[in-house]
């Protein structure tokens, strides 16, 4: 039987890659499949990456970082929650670890030439189940729901700390553009 895929050589992967390549195609195509295994066999996972902020409904618990900030590694629990349209400053690999969440991609169709102001429509509005991938270039926006009674877990690769990012979270209805920062555990 193959060894177990840990955090660590999940960790040295993205070093190589990164060291390898500074394509985000080439490195989503690459590192996609390395945090697919790394969701699936999940050795690192503990208790407490199940808990879930009672207000926000989501629990974002840091896996690693770079002294920089950059390779970030989430496992992030979410209860029932609507997490808005929100981009990541940076290229995004996400793997699903315990059931179901719909993602909604959006485009931007605004000319970007407003501060503070975007507009948004959906592009691609699809469940994620455990071991699937959802995969963002810069720029990319999604949003996130968890529509169950369940809490869901998923992994996630940054190229960078998203808290370390000029990145956005967008307002359907105001179409307003705002800062976003996370509450990391
Ligand atoms: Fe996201």
Not at 59 to 78: R, Y
Not at 95 to 117: F, Q, T
């Amino acid at each position: 039987m193959s060894e177990i895929y840990a955090l660590d050589q999940y960790v040295e992967d993205l070093r190589r890659i990164t060291r390898e390549t500074d394509n985000e195609d080439e490195i989503i195509s690459r590192v996609g499949p390395l945090a697919q295994r790394l969701a699936i066999e999940k050795d690192w996972l503990q208790q407490k990456h199940y808990e879930a902020d009672a207000e926000h409904g989501f629990g974002v618990h840091l896996l690693h970082e770079e002294p920089d900030h950059t390779l970030a590694v989430f496992v992030v629990s979410a209860a029932r929650s609507w997490r808005s349209p929100h981009d990541h400053g940076t290229w995004a690999v996400v793997a699903g670890v315990e059931r179901v969440e719909r993602n909604i991609h959006y485009s931007r169709v605004d000319d970007g030439s407003r501060p503070d102001y975007a507009e948004l429509e959906v592009k691609h509005d699809f469940n994620a189940d455990a071991g699937e991938l959802i995969c963002m270039k810069t720029g990319g926006i999604h949003a996130v729901r968890n529509e169950t009674d369940c809490i869901t877990l998923s992994l996630h690769t940054y190229g960078k700390h998203v808290n370390y990012t000029e990145r956005s979270q967008f307002d359907l209805e105001t179409k307003e553009n705002k800062d976003f920062i996370l509450q990391v555990e």
